[in-house]
Each structure stands twice: as C-alpha cells, then as structure tokens.
Nanobody
Framework: EVQLVESGGGLVQPGGSLRLSCAAS????????MRWVRQAPGKGLEWVSGINTDGSTVYADSVKGRFTISRDNAKNMLYLQMNSLKPEDTGVYYCARRNDRGQGTQVTVSS
C-alpha cells in the first residue's frame, strides 16, 4: 500500500515562508511523477505543482515564482518550498502520486 506522509505545515503571516515535506514509501519513488495539491476551506482540490523523474517541474500560475517543488530520490522525499505566502494559499496540502495522497498538512496564512 502506497504511503505518503506530509509534514511542515503551520500558521504563518502573509509574506512568510514554509517548507513542506512528504515521506514516500511502498512504491518506487524514483520513477514516480509526483504532485502537490491543496484544498482550500470549502473548495475542491487544486493542483499546485508537479515534478518529473528527471527533475523537471511545472507550477500552477497562482504559485509560479513563489513555490519550488523538489525531490530527493535517495531519501524518498518530496518537498515544497513556499515563499511570499498569501492568505489565499491557506488550505490542506497533500502530496500525491497517481490517485494516492497522504493525510495532508494544514497551511494557514493569516496575520
């Protein structure tokens, strides 16, 4: 069974930064396309970013230039560095592989 465990969320002021981590197991992480998705309160899932096995990355327009996705295949870890956070970035963030995702980590951007 695929295991994805997110961490690193919290409460941060607008303009602040957070780094999310996702520990992956029970599948071959190094050959998996990985994504971060989020869910704002009362809204559906929103794709945030993706990273290919070759390290190439893609971002939603709403986070481009502020968020950076990365991976460490040796450690089976996925990361999301979030800078210049805005209140509209608030939500539960999930790492995902195909249709699997973890339990999520809460990010709240508020003054």
């Amino acid at each position: 069974e695929v295991q994805l465990v997110e961490s690193g969320g919290g409460l941060v002021q607008p303009g602040g930064s957070l780094r999310l981590s996702c520990a992956a197991s029970e599948f071959t992480f190094s050959i998996a396309y990985m994504r971060w998705v989020r869910q704002a309160p009362g809204k559906g899932l929103e794709w945030v970013s993706g990273i290919n096995t070759d390290g190439s990355t893609v971002y939603a327009d709403s986070v481009k230039g502020r968020f950076t996705i990365s991976r460490d295949n040796a450690k089976n870890m996925l990361y999301l560095q979030m800078n210049s956070l805005k209140p509209e970035d608030t939500g539960v963030y999930y790492c995902a592989r195909r249709n699997d995702r973890g339990q999520g980590t809460q990010v709240t951007v508020s003054s």
